[in-house]
């Protein structure tokens, strides 16, 4: 008799997916925030439609229920945490 697989995904398969994933939109987010950091983009930019009409298509591509961060986050917090990794690696460069 020969070996069918599974039509049902190992549970362990599935939470791998789900964990890879998440990791993905997070970096995801990473990426696009320091592009607009680093591409001195307003932070308003993010809550124009274009901005959004480009989320959507990116969603439409692959990513589900991606829509990256909030103006606010990108001002405050993250712009913060930021900025504290750039001063780490700075850090790293008076060392040596």
Avoid at 23 to 38: E, F, G, P, S
Wanted: glycine share 2%.
């Amino acid at each position: 008799m020969p070996f069918k697989p599974s039509s049902r995904p190992h549970p362990f398969q599935t939470q791998l997916r789900i964990t890879w994933h998440a990791t993905l939109k997070q970096q995801a987010a990473k990426d696009i925030q320091r592009c607009i950091y680093k591409c001195n983009i307003p932070f308003h930019v993010i809550d124009t439609l274009a901005w959004k009409a480009m989320i959507n298509f990116v969603v439409k591509i692959g990513v589900d229920d991606f829509h990256g961060s909030s103006q606010e986050a990108l001002q405050t917090n993250l712009l913060h945490d930021e900025i504290q990794n750039i001063i780490i690696d700075l850090e790293h460069l008076k060392q040596s």
